[in-house]
T-cell receptor, first 118, second 111 residues
Framework: GAVVSQHPSRVICKSGTSVKIECRSL??????MFWYRQFPKKSLMLMAT?????????EQGVEKDKFLINHASLTLSTLTVTSAHPEDSSFYIC??????????????FGPGTRLLVL | AQSVSQHNHHVILSEAASLELGCNYS??????LFWYVQYPGQHLQLLLK??????LVKGIKGFEAEFIKSKFSFNLRKPSVQWSDTAEYFC?????????FGAGTRLTVKP
């Protein structure tokens, strides 16, 4: 199946700093990528939908100025957590939709990025 | 907004036992249904999906799921689990560019 990578896999930062997480589709072009946040013992929460060349669509309750999303190319979307605080510590997962795959709704997930804000 | 419910938070089984994980969704229109698995330390992987046609869907590793429209359910089954099936299982429902996940069910298979 299609491969999606994330970098870094783990990051520790100080409170108040910004952290950038990259999501890449390695063997297909993804016009749409999704960013999720996974809380312990809870479901994946969709944060935003990222469309190449346009502004991201954020879910209700997600601060777009805090979680900056850029989808500059068909294979790369970035999530920047600005002025991170300890409550932002979480597991962030991206996924990408391959429009040419059988079933447009199938999403391929990255391995996730563990963010710890001290 | 649609929602997805997984009623079992943690299921513990012995090897060779049969498995059924429940998944119910709230949306009444046409949906696409998925089961994803997350093995310890790994990322989400697609187990199986239903778009249309035969409501009994076969997936990888001996898993299957049955879509029952009247019950808004898409339960995951496996006749005989193995220790290697220990993982977290997520049901997901897609409709109109909206993908929602259930809270997940942790499966522990004892050898």
């Amino acid at each position: 199946g299609a491969v999606v990578s994330q970098h870094p896999s783990r990051v520790i930062c100080k409170s108040g700093t910004s952290v950038k997480i990259e999501c890449r589709s390695l063997d297909f072009q993804a016009t749409t990528m999704f960013w999720y946040r996974q809380f312990p013992k809870k479901s994946l929460m969709l944060m935003a939908t990222s469309n190449e060349g346009s502004k991201a669509t954020y879910e209700q309750g997600v601060e777009k100025d805090k979680f900056l999303i850029n989808h500059a190319s068909l294979t790369l979307s970035t999530l920047t957590v600005t002025s991170a605080h300890p409550e932002d510590s979480s597991f962030y997962i991206c996924s990408a939709r391959d429009p040419l795959a059988g079933g447009r709704e199938t999403q391929y997930f990255g391995p996730g990025t563990r963010l710890l804000v001290l | 907004a649609q929602s997805v419910s997984q009623h079992n938070h943690h299921v513990i089984l012995s090897e060779a036992a049969s498995l059924e994980l429940g998944c119910n969704y709230s949306y009444g229109g046409t949906v696409n249904l998925f089961w994803y698995v997350q093995y310890p330390g790994q990322h989400l992987q697609l187990l199986l999906k239903y778009f249309s046609g035969d409501p009994l869907v076969k997936g990888i590793k001996g898993f299957e799921a049955e879509f029952i429209k009247s019950k808004f359910s898409f339960n995951l089954r496996k006749p005989s689990v193995q220790w290697s099936d220990t993982a977290e299982y997520f049901c997901a429902v897609y409709n109109n560019n909206d993908m929602r996940f259930g809270a997940g069910t942790r499966l522990t298979v004892k050898p």
